[in-house]
T-cell receptor
Framework: AQSVTQLGSHVSVSEGALVLLRCNYS??????LFWYVQYPNQGLQLLLK??????LVKGINGFEAEFKKSETSFHLTKPSAHMRDAAEYFC???????????FGQGTTLQVKP | ETGVTQTPRHLVMGMTNKKSLKCEQH?????MYWYKQSAKKPLELMFV???????ENNSVPSRFSPECPNSSHLFLHLHTLQPEDSALYLC?????????????FGQGTRLTVV
């Protein structure tokens, strides 16, 4: 069965600093992995997805993530944080090629001026 | 704006009430989903509809009753809820049920059961 673990429920960075949000997955089949962002009082918006093409995936708003099979990881990064990046971020894995997503618990990103 | 609209945005209901949540998409998608987002817990998939047919009921209590009259609309009928059912209910849609298609989420309905 597939599962996702996000390490750190809260991450705080200064504006301009590197953002690193961690995600590890468990999957018995080649996974499809996603990062979603949820701004306050909003639904989820897709940041990027890995679908077995390039291991380094670029998304919207300057975010990218690297799929590392040996580490079963799909960490999300951004070189320089902006205040508007403050939100909750969810890593998700597809549950067996069905379009049904299994989500991690989420990481709240705080950006300090 | 994702193209998926949920109404109402906020709902307070008593445990004996009956209410319905509505989700609408005009993206031409064929799959629609209900998720529950509770505090401190991962999003939980509740129901999946594909071409108006329910394909998944993720062990959801019968006090939650989904309805999909057409591919553009999805309802969640609520009755005799419990306080622990208070959560953000998110609707999503995708072109089809494969991992290669993006799921678009609505803004959610914040439900409070009193």
């Amino acid at each position: 069965a597939q599962s996702v673990t996000q390490l750190g429920s809260h991450v705080s960075v200064s504006e301009g600093a590197l953002v690193l949000l961690r995600c590890n997955y468990s999957s018995s089949v080649p996974p499809y992995l996603f990062w979603y962002v949820q701004y306050p009082n909003q639904g989820l918006q897709l940041l990027l997805k890995y679908t077995s093409a390039a291991t380094l995936v670029k998304g919207i708003n300057g975010f990218e993530a690297e799929f590392k099979k040996s580490e079963t990881s799909f960490h999300l990064t951004k070189p320089s944080a902006h205040m508007r990046d403050a939100a909750e971020y969810f890593c998700a894995v597809d549950s067996g090629n069905t379009g049904k997503l299994i989500f991690g618990q989420g990481t709240t990103l705080q950006v300090k001026p | 704006e994702t193209g998926v609209t949920q109404t109402p945005r906020h709902l307070v209901m008593g445990m004996t009430n009956k209410k319905s949540l509505k989700c609408e998409q005009h993206l031409g998608h064929n799959a629609m989903y209900w998720y529950k987002q509770s505090a401190k817990k991962p999003l939980e998939l509740m129901f999946v509809y594909n071409f108006k047919e329910q394909t998944e009921n993720n062990s959801v209590p019968s006090r939650f009753s989904p309805e999909c009259p057409n591919s553009s609309h999805l309802f969640l009928h609520l009755h005799t809820l419990q306080p622990e059912d208070s959560a953000l209910y998110l609707c999503a849609s995708s072109q089809e049920m494969t991992m290669n298609t993006e799921a678009f989420f609505g803004q959610g309905t914040r439900l409070t059961v009193v």
